[in-house]
């Protein structure tokens, strides 16, 4: 049957779109692919009392994130209707979705875009009511070979990262201050990954195409293994066959288009230490201040996008950093600039005052 955003027309001819149920999908997914999480969502649009989209019980009175979880990956949103039978006793998918059976909601530009989102943003345990708290969850490891975890700043301290064994008592693992971490890694990436982090026109322009391309051929090696599995299960070979082409086609412009915008990409102009200094600056900005969820969802995509993990010597003061192409680095940890300027801005003014 159809989304609770859909009805059957009058004359029985197909389904038509209910207005303000359709328009409260749309905003759902314009918010998830911006970075929103489905807590952030859930909040706005309870406190903006939108329609709700699905269709309501006497226990459903206001949204969840679990139910905006399942609208994302809804793919009638899109047109499509996924047939499905009995096999094994299991309900499970029969084939290929059916295409533009219902009205589409949305563009299939913004699905991609909303799924590649999904993808690069953290798990519910990586991420704090919704607003992501630390941009390098699941990346910064302790020289011991355990995980490291945020613990925000207290009354008299400043934000620091300590490993999992020193927590549970096993170690004395010395920690790491968030503005050292953030300092080094981003002033370093913000010189050899430049282009990973820019946000200027052409830029975010260039890697939304190449985001946009890697989720079409994540999605078309998906649909295509769905129809090898139904070939497999005795279904029609030669029209099971054929839309196993046209998928395969489809995989293999989508590669051809992101193949284009990283060449494109790698043409524009870096800026070089300038840009390494003030990525740095604004980082630190966007981790402090707890409103500017969409800046911490794009810089953490960024971060995932090239770095694999990063491992915390303390004894020799550096980062291990690990690349998504396997290759390594040491960063020698930078002190905490913000930190020391203040105290040297600080003795100054004091100086001053004296005379």
Known sequence: HGGGWVRPCEDKSGWELIEDRADSVKKVFEYAASGHGGVSIARIANTECWPMPWRTRKTTKHWEHTGISRLLRDRRVIGEW?????????????????????????????????????????????????VFADVFTGLLWCWCGVRMERKSASSRGCTRYYCLNRKAGNTLCPSIDEESLVQTIFRNLGNFEERAFRDDTVVEALKEKIKIAEEKVSDAIERAKRIVLA????????SLTERLQTVEAEQHKARQDGELARLELDKVPLMAGEFSRDLAAQALEWIDDRSCVEQRHKLATALNRVVKSITVYEKTKTFGVVLKDDSAVGLPILPRLHKRKEKKQAKRRNVRLKK
């Open 82 to 130: 996924q047939p499905r039978r009995i096999i094994n006793g299991k309900l499970s998918q029969d084939g290929d979705p059916v295409r533009d059976y219902f009205p589409s909601v949305i563009s299939t530009d913004l699905w991609h875009r909303t799924q590649a989102a999904l993808r690069g943003r953290p798990g519910p345990d990586r991420r704090a009511r919704g």
């Open 231 to 238: 070939i497999e299960e005795g279904g029609s070979i030669p």
